[in-house]
């Protein structure tokens, strides 16, 4: 089975451009999260999306955005980017067991410099 | 809301030494799923363990073995005689059950280097 992809893995922005980040999650896992790990702020949850609806938001302003596909894969958007969002973005994929989260299976990153 | 709290920033050990990584978390939910994860220097998150709130059992996976008490609502990952293999960064995760069990808290993790 292929593990999570993320594209692209390292991109370089600009201060006030926007970025959209690729996941495909593993066959099958319809839930697809995102995480925004940075040295100081450890991994942070953004947010959830399970058959193309988002679930679950975390404390983030509303320049990040996200959707998801019919086929599960999803996108994150960031507009309008600060300096402040350079960051590894970590998605994961995983399923359910009834209402509970089974564990989650992440890709390798996009790591996201903004200059 | 829910947290978790790796207290240990760094450790630092000698192979074949053994060591804990402490794990203590809150929640409100009764019904809850802890978790255990390692990134190694490559980078991409590994899953260790999982745990539901109902389940104090200890668990014991080779050379790891996982202590949850709820009484103290610790959940604690032992390494018993580390391997220089076992240098990574491990997070201790929480998922509440139902409407938000899609957002895991993760703890800040605990960087370990195990030396030859």
């Known amino acids: 089975k292929a593990g999570v992809t993320q594209t692209p893995r390292y991109l370089i922005k600009t201060r006030g451009q926007q970025v959209t980040l690729s996941c495909s999650p593993i066959s099958g896992h319809r839930s697809v999260s995102w995480y925004q790990q940075t040295p100081g702020q450890g991994l942070q949850f953004l947010f959830e999306y399970f058959s193309e609806t988002q679930r679950n938001k975390g404390n983030f302003p509303g320049r990040f955005s996200g959707r998801q596909f019919s086929n599960s894969r999803s996108e994150m958007n960031v507009s309008t980017l600060e300096l402040g969002d350079s960051a590894l973005y970590l998605c994961?994929?995983?399923?359910?067991?009834?209402?509970?989260?089974?564990?989650?299976?992440f890709g390798p990153g996009t790591r996201l410099t903004v200059l | 809301a829910q947290k978790v709290t790796q207290a240990q920033t760094e450790i630092s050990v000698v192979e074949k030494e053994d060591v804990t990584l402490d794990c203590v978390y809150e929640?409100?939910?009764?019904?809850?799923?802890l978790f255990w994860y390692k990134q190694p220097p490559s980078g991409e998150l590994v899953f260790l363990i999982r745990r539901n709130s109902f389940d104090e059992q200890n668990e014991i996976s080779g050379r790891y073995s996982w202590n949850f008490q709820k009484s103290t609502s610790s959940f604690n990952f032992t390494i018993t005689a580390s391997q220089v293999v076992d240098s990574a960064v491990y997070f201790c995760?929480?998922?509440?059950?139902?409407?938000?069990?899609?957002?895991?808290?993760f703890g800040d993790g605990t960087t370990l280097t195990v030396k030859p």
């Open positions: 929640t409100r939910d009764t019904t809850y799923y």
């Open positions: 994961a994929s995983s399923t359910y067991t009834g209402l509970a989260l089974n564990e989650q299976f």
């Open positions: 995760a929480l998922s509440e059950a139902f409407k938000s069990a899609g957002k895991s808290t």
